[in-house]
């Protein structure tokens, strides 16, 4: 059984920042890979960024250059810096986690994003 946690949404206004985290707990060897996705009401979830085991990263070209993924791989825990925030940037975020040998990823509840104008 393996738990996955968001935390660090809120309100904010344009411009500002957030600091989005999400840990994974439980029973597992190790983790692939993790990462952020978004979805705003009547729209289709879409990967935001990605942390690879190996370190390589990807971002949504409409937030690249303002996000950052990052991690702390001895807590498990992958960040979401996201600076110049846009009211197109409210959504959903959800973190996904890739287990090694895990035949389903892994997703967290949640955290509702706001930015106002």
């Known amino acids: 059984q393996v738990q996955v946690a968001e935390s660090g949404g809120g309100l904010v206004q344009a411009g500002g920042s957030l600091r989005l985290s999400c840990a994974a707990s439980g029973s597992f060897f190790s983790i692939n890979a993790m990462g952020w996705y978004r979805q705003a009401p009547g729209k289709q979830r879409e990967l935001v960024a990605v942390?690879?085991?190996?370190?390589?990263?990807s971002y949504a070209d409409s937030v690249k250059g303002r996000f950052t993924i990052s991690r702390d791989n001895a807590k498990n825990t992958v960040y979401l810096q996201m600076n110049s925030l846009k009211p197109e940037d409210t959504a959903v975020y959800f973190c996904?986690?890739?287990?090694?040998?895990?035949?389903?990823?892994?997703w967290g509840q949640g955290t509702q994003v706001t930015v106002s104008s």
């Open positions: 942390l690879t085991k190996g370190g390589s990263t």
């Open positions: 996904n986690v890739v287990l090694f040998g895990s035949a389903r990823d892994q």
